[in-house]
């Protein structure tokens, strides 16, 4: 016979269901284990039933701001030490089961350092089972009564199940018993005794509300990701001692409906817990664990052991399984066993060690990769893309962050001080993780045949068989060959015996048509009684139809009042949703925000402080600075004190010694005066004053006889140099006796390069008026030298200032003829002489001449 083939019923192509508003977040559980030794620190501590506190240990502790720094972390639930297998299980993995059972997929994963408890938590210990043998004797509990023959559903190699008639499976059946060794495990078998402990759960969980009307079937797997490749672990290769094979690893790819599945994996239908669990242990001794520092059974690779439900209601009758494809649903349920993530300088890796935990590592970062990116594209409404493809782990699942199933993640850790960096880590990744939103996966269709159809069949066999048995008939399987008309039959009386051993006979005859004339009346009385039956049975279907067709038309006004009532809240629910998420997105602004100026606060008031300091700072040393100078003042005020008064002293001494000198000049005067006027002094000639040249001292000489000089022209250093005389036109003639006089000069009125080329020295004739009205000429000098562009530069080197001044305030007298004066006029008549005689030129200090050097006039003689 051939088989009705049926798939997974195909989703529309951009997956999204049209209940994809409502959204639910990852579930993150928080499970933390005991210590291994009572002496050693900790730095994990359990606030309540939702928050856990991690502190770094000692030795290693952060201080900010001068404050120890304590970090909370919030799940969904967190489970403490003492925390049994079955409550963790009740909370976190029974919900995943009642989805599977109700055509809904699920996806569980373990997350942790190594070492924190993740196989034990999935697994679990003899006499403790762990999630993964608790899940199956929870899908065998309830599906138990209701499961398939074997091989009714049949997997294909494209993520497929096919669904077979009776005689088709049966004859796999055969096929299967006649191999001389049984593929797969039977549930009759032994159970081995080394995870006997772990499957005998004592709790028989079981989902309340399963469809009675359905047939199921339960399919295992069990893969390993190893290196970031993918390798079955319950494939039986040919085993050969003398070159064993590798392992082969195996591809992923896409079905039809855009979900990822491994290829050419091995899929084991179960019909127990025992049988499961025992290709799971099969499976289990073949994954790869090693030794390390850290853990003496280390995973070295992740492991995922799916769980595939296939369901298909029966038909209208209740007997068979319905040959309709659209009607068959597939769900799965994976539970991961993530290998721990560890750092190489602790666990002492190397060579291959080393390169598996790289590749851990690697694996994990791509995952939180995937989930930071999930969370953004969620929070910000950004659409980047997620890097799923980077890893096989994230690859195979990203379905279920797409929508196809509800998302559970069990955060392991050690609550040792050895772990606290890791762990910290751990606890940001779930943190994060919390935050990512999967769509709810969509509620299978109804398959729209009555309800109960499997009860009723099974009553009618039991009341069938009851019957029969009360009669004399046959029972169990013989009842379910024979047609209604035997059965029927069965009920008339039964016939004599119909012999004719003697031809006068005349009773046999007889009482046959009597046998025949009460079955007869029999049968017409079942007849009527039928009919009765009939008519009375439609008259109730009748009112049957019209009841539910009351109820229907009640329930569909009902339906679509909650329906309005359902949209409405729906649009709520998004307005309220993109409300919050606005909100959301606001707050962290704001959050930002008030850190950037707490920042600046900080920042702010540490430089005021500084600030502070340092004024205080530049006040103490501004005291001590005054202090300082109040003493240094107070000492060069007694220095200069005494140096005035030192200055003074000399000062008085000099002016006592001029008073003297003019004293003395006084005598000379008077005894030149008062000498006899006989003889007339000879005026020396000009020759001899040209060969006698005058005495040049710091001050005039006091002898009374010396001969009167005829003061001429002052001859400039300079006679034997070339000379430009720079007169400029706008100078005034002062009409004195001594003129500025430089001999072999060139005089221009401005200054040209073609003077000063032949020339080696410069002089500038300058006039000003002075502060008392005089004209003061000043004799501005330099040399002339070539610069490198064959221009000529002058550079000034000396100032002669000549000034001229008009003598006032005094007066002559007139009356030399009194031969006897008196003493008083005689003192004036001398000073009147001083100051006729005492007119001179004095050249500035600093000028060649030297400083203090004097030019004396010859003073005049008096008339007789």
């Given at each position: 016979?051939?088989?009705?083939?049926?798939?997974?019923?195909?989703?529309p192509?951009?997956?999204?269901?049209?209940n994809?508003?409502?959204?639910?977040?990852?579930?993150?559980?928080?499970?933390?284990?005991?210590?291994?030794?009572?002496?050693q620190?900790?730095?994990?501590?359990?606030?309540?039933?939702?928050?856990?506190?991690?502190?770094?240990?000692?030795?290693?502790?952060?201080?900010?701001?001068?404050?120890?720094?304590?970090?909370?972390?919030?799940?969904?639930?967190?489970?403490?030490?003492?925390?049994?297998?079955?409550?963790?299980?009740?909370?976190?993995?029974?919900?995943?089961?009642?989805?599977?059972?109700?055509g809904?997929?699920?996806?569980?994963?373990?997350?942790?350092?190594?070492?924190?408890?993740?196989?034990h938590?999935?697994?679990?210990?003899?006499?403790?089972?762990?999630?993964?043998?608790?899940?199956?004797?929870?899908?065998?509990?309830?599906?138990?009564?209701?499961?398939?023959?074997?091989?009714?559903?049949?997997?294909d190699?494209?993520?497929?199940?096919?669904?077979?008639?009776?005689?088709?499976?049966?004859?796999?059946?055969?096929?299967?018993?006649?191999?001389?060794?049984?593929?797969?495990?039977?549930?009759?078998?032994?159970?081995?005794?080394?995870?006997?402990?772990?499957?005998?759960?004592?709790?028989?969980?079981?989902?309340?509300?399963?469809?009675?009307?359905?047939?199921?079937?339960?399919?295992?797997?069990?893969i390993?990701?190893?290196?970031?490749y993918?390798?079955?672990?319950?494939?039986?290769?040919?085993?050969d001692?003398?070159?064993?094979?590798p392992?082969?690893?195996?591809?992923?790819?896409?079905?039809?409906?855009?979900?990822?599945?491994?290829?050419?994996?091995?899929?084991?239908?179960?019909?127990?817990?025992?049988?499961?669990?025992e290709?799971?242990?099969?499976?289990?001794?073949?994954?790869?664990i090693?030794?390390?520092?850290?853990?003496?059974?280390?995973?070295?690779?992740?492991?995922?052991?799916?769980?595939?439900?296939a369901?298909?209601?029966?038909?209208?009758?209740?007997?068979?399984?319905?040959?309709?494809?659209?009607?068959?649903?597939?769900?799965?349920?994976?539970?991961?066993?993530?290998?721990?993530?560890?750092?190489?300088?602790?666990?002492?890796?190397?060579?291959?060690?080393?390169?598996?935990?790289?590749?851990?590592?690697?694996?994990?970062?791509?995952l939180?990769?995937?989930?930071?990116?999930?969370?953004?594209?969620?929070?910000?409404?950004?659409?980047?893309?997620?890097?799923?493809?980077?890893?096989?782990l994230t690859?195979?699942?990203?379905?279920?962050?797409?929508?196809?199933?509800?998302?559970?993640?069990?955060?392991?850790?050690?609550?040792?001080?050895?772990d606290?960096?890791?762990?910290?880590?751990?606890?940001?990744?779930?943190?994060?993780?919390?935050?990512v939103?999967?769509?709810?996966?969509?509620?299978?269709?109804?398959?729209?045949?009555?309800?109960?159809?499997?009860?009723?069949?099974?009553?009618?066999r039991?009341?069938?068989?009851?019957?029969?048995?009360?009669?004399?008939?046959?029972?169990?399987?013989?009842?379910?060959?024979?047609?209604?008309?035997?059965?029927?039959?069965?009920?008339?009386?039964?016939?004599?015996?119909?012999?004719?051993?003697?031809?006068?006979?005349?009773?046999?005859?007889?009482?046959?048509?009597?046998?025949?004339?009460?079955?007869?009346k029999?049968?017409?009385?079942?007849?009527?009684?039928?009919?009765?039956?009939?008519?009375?049975?439609?008259?109730?279907?009748?009112?049957?139809?019209?009841?539910?067709v009351?109820?229907?038309?009640?329930?569909?006004?009902?339906?679509?009042?909650?329906?309005?009532?359902?949209?409405?809240?729906?649009?709520?629910?998004?307005?309220?949703?993109?409300?919050?998420?606005?909100?959301?997105?606001?707050?962290?602004?704001?959050?930002?925000?008030?850190?950037?100026?707490?920042?600046?606060?900080?920042?702010?008031?540490?430089?005021?402080?500084?600030?502070?300091?340092?004024?205080?700072?530049?006040?103490?040393?501004?005291?001590?600075?005054?202090?300082?100078?109040?003493?240094?003042?107070?000492?060069?005020?007694?220095?200069?004190?005494?140096?005035?008064?030192?200055?003074?002293?000399?000062?008085?001494?000099?002016?006592?010694?001029?008073?003297?000198?003019?004293?003395?000049?006084?005598?000379?005067?008077?005894?030149?005066?008062?000498?006899?006027?006989?003889?007339?002094?000879?005026?020396?000639?000009?020759?001899?004053?040209?060969?006698?040249?005058?005495?040049?001292?710091?001050?005039?000489?006091?002898?009374?006889?010396?001969?009167?000089?005829?003061?001429?022209?002052?001859?400039?250093?300079?006679?034997?140099?070339?000379?430009?005389d720079?007169?400029?036109?706008?100078?005034?003639?002062?009409?004195?006796?001594?003129?500025?006089?430089?001999?072999?000069?060139?005089?221009?009125?401005?200054?040209?390069?073609?003077?000063?080329?032949?020339?080696?020295?410069?002089?500038?004739?300058?006039?000003e008026?002075?502060?008392?009205?005089?004209?003061?000429?000043?004799?501005?000098?330099?040399d002339?030298?070539?610069?490198?562009?064959?221009?000529?530069?002058?550079?000034?080197?000396?100032?002669?200032?000549?000034?001229?001044?008009s003598?006032?305030?005094r007066?002559?007298?007139?009356?030399?003829?009194?031969?006897?004066?008196?003493?008083?006029?005689?003192?004036?008549?001398?000073?009147?002489?001083?100051?006729?005689?005492?007119?001179?030129?004095?050249?500035?200090?600093?000028?060649?001449?030297?400083?203090?050097?004097?030019?004396?006039?010859?003073?005049?003689?008096?008339?007789?």
């Open positions: 016979m051939k088989s009705a083939r049926a798939k997974t019923p195909r989703r192509a951009p997956k999204k269901p049209p994809s508003s409502l959204k639910d977040p990852v579930g993150v559980y928080c499970r933390v284990r005991p210590l291994s030794r009572p002496d620190e900790c730095c994990i501590e359990v606030i309540n039933e939702t928050t856990v506190q991690i502190h770094p240990p000692e030795g290693y502790r952060i201080f900010r701001n001068g404050e120890y720094r304590e970090t909370q972390y919030s799940f969904k639930e967190v489970f403490g030490t003492l925390v049994v297998q079955k409550e963790l299980f009740d909370v976190v993995a029974k919900p995943l089961v009642e989805d599977l059972i109700r809904k997929n699920g996806l569980l994963f373990t997350y942790g350092v190594t070492g924190s408890g993740k196989t938590t999935m697994t679990g210990s003899p006499g403790d089972g762990g999630l993964l043998p608790r899940c199956l004797d929870m899908i065998f509990n309830s599906i138990g009564p209701f499961q398939a023959k074997r091989f009714v559903f049949k997997l190699d494209k993520n497929g199940v096919d669904v077979q008639c009776e005689v088709d499976a049966l004859l796999e059946r055969q096929k299967r018993d006649a191999m001389p060794v049984p593929k797969t495990p039977s549930g009759k078998r032994q159970i081995d005794p080394e995870f006997a402990d772990m499957i005998n759960v004592q709790d028989h969980c079981k989902v309340e509300e399963v469809d009675e009307d359905n047939v199921y079937s339960v399919f295992v797997s069990y390993e990701i190893y290196n970031n993918i390798y079955d672990l319950l494939e039986e290769a040919p085993f001692p003398i070159k064993p094979k392992p082969q690893s195996k591809i992923l790819r896409e079905d039809q409906n855009h979900n990822m599945y491994v290829t050419g994996c091995t899929e084991v239908e179960v019909k127990s817990t025992e049988e499961a669990f290709v799971f242990w099969r499976g289990q001794k073949k994954r790869r090693a030794n390390t520092q850290l853990n003496r059974e280390s995973s070295r690779s992740h492991s995922v052991f799916i769980i595939k439900l369901q298909a209601p029966l038909d209208a009758d209740g007997d068979n399984v319905l040959q309709e494809k659209e009607q068959i649903t597939l769900s799965q349920l994976s539970l991961v066993d993530l290998a721990g993530s560890e750092r190489t300088n602790r666990t002492k890796a190397e060579g291959n060690r080393l390169r598996e935990a790289g590749n851990i590592n690697q694996s994990l970062m791509t939180r990769t995937c989930i930071e990116v999930l969370r953004e594209n969620q929070m910000y409404g950004t659409n980047k893309m997620v890097p799923y493809r980077d890893s096989k690859h195979l699942f990203k379905n279920y962050f797409d929508g196809e199933g509800k998302v559970r993640m069990i955060v392991c850790v050690n609550p040792k001080a050895e606290y960096e890791e762990s910290l880590q751990v606890m940001r990744f779930a943190e994060m993780t919390q935050e939103e999967v769509a709810r996966p969509v509620d299978r269709p109804l398959c729209g045949l009555t309800p109960g159809r499997r009860f009723r069949n099974a009553a009618f039991e009341e069938l068989s009851r019957k029969l048995e009360m009669r004399g008939g046959p029972i169990n399987g013989e009842t379910e060959e024979q047609s209604v008309s035997e059965m029927f039959l069965q009920n008339l009386p039964p016939l004599p015996s119909c012999e004719l051993l003697d031809v006068n006979d005349d009773q046999t005859l007889p009482k046959l048509i009597e046998v025949l004339e009460k079955r007869h029999l049968r017409q009385m079942l007849s009527e009684e039928f009919a009765k039956n009939v008519l009375a049975f439609k008259t109730m279907l009748q009112d049957f139809d019209s009841s539910v009351s109820k229907e038309n009640y329930i569909q006004g009902k339906l679509s009042e909650k329906e309005k009532t359902i949209a409405g809240q729906k649009m709520e629910l998004e307005r309220l949703e993109k409300k919050i998420k606005t909100l959301e997105y606001k707050i962290e602004i704001l959050e930002k925000t008030a850190t950037i100026y707490e920042e600046d606060k900080r920042n702010l008031q540490q430089e005021l402080e500084s600030q502070s300091q340092k004024l205080q700072r530049q006040a103490s040393d501004k005291r001590r600075l005054e202090a300082r100078l109040q003493g240094m003042v107070a000492e060069t005020t007694m220095k200069w004190e005494k140096e005035c008064e030192r200055r003074v002293a000399a000062k008085q001494l000099e002016m006592q010694n001029k008073l003297w000198v003019k004293d003395e000049k006084l005598k000379q005067l008077k005894a030149i005066v008062t000498e006899p006027k006989n003889e007339k002094p000879e005026r020396p000639s000009r020759e001899r004053d040209r060969e006698k040249p005058v005495q040049r001292s710091v001050s005039p000489s006091p002898v009374p006889n010396a001969p009167p000089v005829r003061l001429r022209h002052r001859r400039s250093r300079s006679a034997g140099e070339r000379w430009v720079h007169k400029p036109p706008s100078n005034l003639p002062t009409e004195t006796v001594m003129q500025p006089h430089v001999p072999h000069a060139i005089t221009v009125a401005a200054a040209s390069e073609k003077a000063l080329a032949k020339c080696d020295k410069y002089m500038l004739t300058h006039q008026l002075a502060s008392d009205g005089e004209i003061e000429t000043k004799l501005i000098k330099g002339v030298f070539k610069t490198r562009g064959g221009g000529q530069a002058v550079q000034f080197t000396e100032i002669e200032t000549l000034k001229q001044e003598p006032t305030g007066k002559r007298r007139s009356s030399p003829s009194d031969p006897d004066p008196p003493k008083d006029a005689a003192d004036s008549e001398w000073t009147d002489v001083e100051t006729r005689c005492s007119v001179a030129v004095e050249m500035r200090a600093g000028s060649t001449l030297g400083p203090g050097y004097q030019h004396h006039a010859q003073p005049k003689r008096r008339k007789p």
